[in-house]
């Protein structure tokens, strides 16, 4: 089938490129003028592919961090309790002293026990099913599984990231982590409200220009090849 039309007129392509400073991030985070004092600017030609694109995954951080690196990732729970909002909320649309619950996670490769993220969340327990807060303290897959899981409409709102230094992190952490972290929140919006607000840090060793962190599992207590940038 050929679709040449010898009457057909086309408009002008000019196939010379711009020159410009493009900004993938420009449409994503529509909020991120409103990024707390603490969080320092990040220049995004720095940061490796990987980098950035955990940065914009609108997804499964989990699933992604998988099939990057072929091992399979854990959730490690650290903190999960009932806490009293000290002050009014605006990302949750709460008022002060309404409880929440406090999640504190590590995503942590099985093989290779890279810590890949250290992320804390809070979830707003009223407006999500009664049976989903105890799925969590169980389900080995973490939020986006439940989530999943629960069936509920809900779609992902990207607020801000940033260049964020922790100097009050566990020992146990941050000897896996360092003290930076790529940083960025996202508020998860369900039946027109926000049910959550999930900050996750990403440390910044851990660069991977292209290359997954194992070849092959560990069999027999051997590791295969790691290419882990740190």
Do not use: C
Not at 36 to 41: E, F, S, T, V, Y
Not at 217 to 230: E, F, K, L, T, Y
């Amino acid at each position: 089938m050929s679709f040449t039309n010898s009457d057909a007129t086309f408009p002008n392509i000019e196939w010379q490129g711009k020159n410009g400073a493009f900004d993938p991030f420009a449409d994503l985070f529509n909020t991120q003028q409103a990024r707390p004092a603490h969080l320092g600017h990040i220049d995004l030609r720095t940061l490796t592919p990987f980098q950035r694109a955990l940065l914009v995954i609108d997804g499964t951080v989990t699933k992604f961090l998988e099939a990057y690196t072929l091992e399979p990732v854990e959730v490690v729970l650290l903190k999960q309790e009932i806490q009293a909002l000290a002050a009014d909320h605006k990302w949750l649309a709460l008022s002060a002293d309404t409880e929440i619950v406090a999640r504190q996670v590590l995503l942590r490769g099985r093989y290779s026990a890279t810590v890949y993220v250290y992320a804390v969340s809070l979830l707003v327990q009223d407006r999500l099913p009664s049976d989903m807060l105890g799925h969590l303290k169980v389900e080995p897959s973490g939020l986006g599984r439940v989530l999943l899981n629960s069936q509920i409409e809900n779609r992902r709102e990207i607020l801000w990231y940033g260049h964020e230094s922790l100097d009050n992190l566990p020992a146990e952490i941050g000897h896996h982590t360092g003290n930076d972290f790529i940083s960025r929140t996202y508020r998860i919006i369900a039946g027109g409200k926000p049910t959550m607000l999930i900050n996750e840090k990403f440390p910044a060793k851990l660069a991977f220009m292209g290359k997954s962190s194992l070849s092959e599992p560990v069999r027999n207590g051997v590791q295969g090849s790691a290419v882990v940038d740190h």
